[in-house]
Each structure stands twice: as structure tokens, then as C-alpha cells.
Nanobody
């Protein structure tokens, strides 16, 4: 069974930090890159960050590149997204995705998706 469950979202203020977590089933994480995307109201889904299967190589979207880290813990089957210096424009539903053979920024390459966790940043 493939399962991805995001957690850690909430309402924060400008300048705060937040760590999002993605818990995955073995099938969801094994042998795959894992990524985070986000979607704000009225906008298309946007790439945030991705980490390769080994957890050694990461990619970041332009909007968060200097404020974001991504990491994974294979033993716990967890992927973490640390967001710093949050801004109102970071407000979105954040989705965890896996199932990509290669680490990619393209959402169509990811087979499995979680339900998302809401992040709201107030000014």
C-alpha cells in the first residue's frame, strides 16, 4: 500500500520557521526521490524542494531556495521540509510526493501524493 501523510502545517507569522514532515509507507519511499510542492489559492501547483533517494542531493524552487532545507530519514521513512523566514506569499497547501525514479522538479514525474498540509503565514 502506498501512503504519504504530511504534518506540521499551521498558522504562523512573517519571519517564523516551520518544519513539515512527510511520513511514507515503505513502497512510497523505497528507491524513489521525494519532493514537496505547494499550491496557493487560485495558482498552479509549484515545486518547492526535492531530495534524491540517498538523501545526498537536493533541489529547491527559486521562491524558497535560500530559506529552505530538505532531508530524509530512511530508518523512520520520513522526509522533512524546513522553511525559514516565512512570508505571506508562502501561504499554500504543501504536498509531499514520491515515486519519481530520478530527482526532478516536474510534478508529472511523481506517482504518489499525500493529501497536503495547510501553511498560512500572516503579516
Amino acid at each position: 500500500q502506498v501512503q504519504l501523510v504530511e504534518s506540521g502545517g499551521g498558522m504562523v507569522q512573517t519571519g517564523d520557521s516551520l518544519q513539515l514532515s512527510c511520513a511514507g509507507s515503505e513502497r512510497a519511499f523505497k528507491d524513489y526521490a521525494v519532493a514537496w510542492f505547494r499550491q496557493a489559492p487560485g495558482k498552479e501547483r509549484e515545486f518547492v524542494a526535492a531530495v534524491d533517494m540517498a538523501g545526498r542531493t537536493a533541489y529547491f524552487g527559486d521562491a524558497v531556495e535560500d530559506r529552505c532545507t530538505i532531508s530524509r530519514d530512511h530508518a523512520k521513512r520520513m522526509v522533512y521540509l524546513q522553511l525559514n523566514d516565512l512570508r505571506p506569499e508562502d501561504t499554500a497547501v504543501y504536498y509531499c510526493a514520491s515515486g519519481a525514479i530520478v530527482t526532478t522538479t516536474l510534478e508529472q514525474n511523481y506517482q504518489f501524493w499525500g493529501q497536503g498540509t495547510q501553511v498560512t503565514v500572516s503579516s
